[in-house]
């Protein structure tokens, strides 16, 4: 196993899988969950080389688009992740709730938006992750009864690395904005909010996707900001029925976890986890090292792991994760900060 270290920047990962390829001769790539464009060199060195990759890539929308604008499409990867709000093929195995970030979400302003004045921010940073996100989400909120404010304009919308967001909030303010949804870097995030804080904005219900899915992330931000921050819920220790190699179970990797590093839940223990199961059971299938029969093998994929079930739809080469929601909540712990679940629409 070679590890490689991309630093988030998606030129250097496909750097990275090209040298792995070339030099180190590796057979197979893996990638825990990151956003889509870091897979998208990575994706493009297998299909060259014709190297079986297995990422989790987080979002599918964007990272079917970028697939679709391939020619062709590659072949050779096979990914995992979560949908923003597509609706899953009738009749397949995520046709069922749970499976979108935007059911999940709903449940929180089904359960506690009649408590505020139904004007909403909707804030994004104008990656392919963000710009999906705010494509999708003020459209459903108005549908839902909810009244988004500067929408039209794109308010909220804001270049990665946005050191000054006192427009966006003013416009919140003199709004009377008692919701923020959203999704960008946690760093952006993180600098938003202070400001919020600075300006005495503090709305009732805030969710910030990708933001505030690590611990590191949201520590950074310092004093009490995370503070009840929302968030999609990736993995998790409590998935039951979700079987690891040998006598690995989610709650038993998650304590190896916390042993080693002294920090609480981070979502990509589990995810990497996954990828690693989902590749071993194709080449023990396919019986082989050979590269095109384990890409077959992996087309075949039909497993629980611990990520729960794995199955690729034939057209996209693509496998959903089923979805939670998390709550930043303070303890008094030594790390200080917990994210658990506290709504999920599955029983597992």
């Known amino acids: 196993l070679i590890v490689v270290d991309n630093e988030s920047d998606p030129i250097k990962a496909g750097t990275l899988a090209e040298q792995l390829v070339l030099h180190d001769k590796v057979q197979f790539l893996v990638c825990h969950n990151a956003p889509p464009p870091l897979h998208l060199g990575v994706a493009r060195v297998a299909d ?21 604008d391939a020619s062709p499409p590659w072949t050779y990867t096979h990914a995992l992740g979560f949908a923003i709000a597509t609706p899953a093929t009738p009749g397949s195995i995520w046709d069922k709730p749970g499976y979108t970030i935007l059911d999940t979400w709903k449940e929180e302003l089904d359960q506690f938006g009649d408590q505020t004045n139904k004007k909403t921010g909707v804030f994004a940073s104008d990656d392919p992750d963000g710009v999906g996100w705010y494509a999708l989400f003020p459209k459903a909120l108005e549908e839902w009864g909810y009244n988004v404010i500067g929408e039209e304009r794109n308010i909220g919308l804001f270049p990665i690395g946005t050191t000054d967001f006192t427009p966006i909030i003013k416009e919140w303010q003199d709004n009377n904005v008692e919701i923020l949804w959203g999704n960008c870097p946690a760093p952006d995030f993180g600098t938003l909010w202070r400001q919020c804080h600075i300006e005495g904005f503090q709305p009732k219900i805030v969710s910030a996707g990708r933001a505030s899915l690590y611990y590191t992330d949201i520590n ?5 900001l995370p503070n009840g921050i929302g968030t999609e819920a990736l993995w998790h220790p409590s998935l039951k029925g979700c079987p690891g190699i040998g006598g690995t179970t989610p709650m038993s990797l998650y304590a190896r976890w916390v042993k080693e590093t002294g920090q609480p839940l981070s979502l990509s223990t589990g995810q990497g986890y996954a990828v690693i199961q989902v590749l071993i059971d194709a080449i023990e299938r396919a019986g ?5 029969k384990v890409n077959n093998a992996l087309d075949e994929t039909d497993m629980m792991t611990l990520y729960h079930r794995v ?29 658990p679940i506290v709504f999920s629409k599955h029983d597992f």
Not at 48 to 68: C, G, K
Not at 324 to 338: A, C, H, L, M, R
């Open 48 to 68: 060259r080389y014709e190297i079986p990759y297995i990422p989790n890539v987080a979002v599918m929308e964007p990272w079917l688009a970028m697939r679709a």
């Open 220 to 224: 950074a931000w310092g004093g009490d």
């Open 288 to 292: 082989t090292l050979d590269a095109d």
């Open 311 to 339: 199955k690729f739809d034939p057209e996209t080469r693509f496998s959903r994760v089923p979805i939670s929601f998390g709550q930043w909540q303070k303890t008094d712990k030594p790390y200080v900060w917990e994210c």
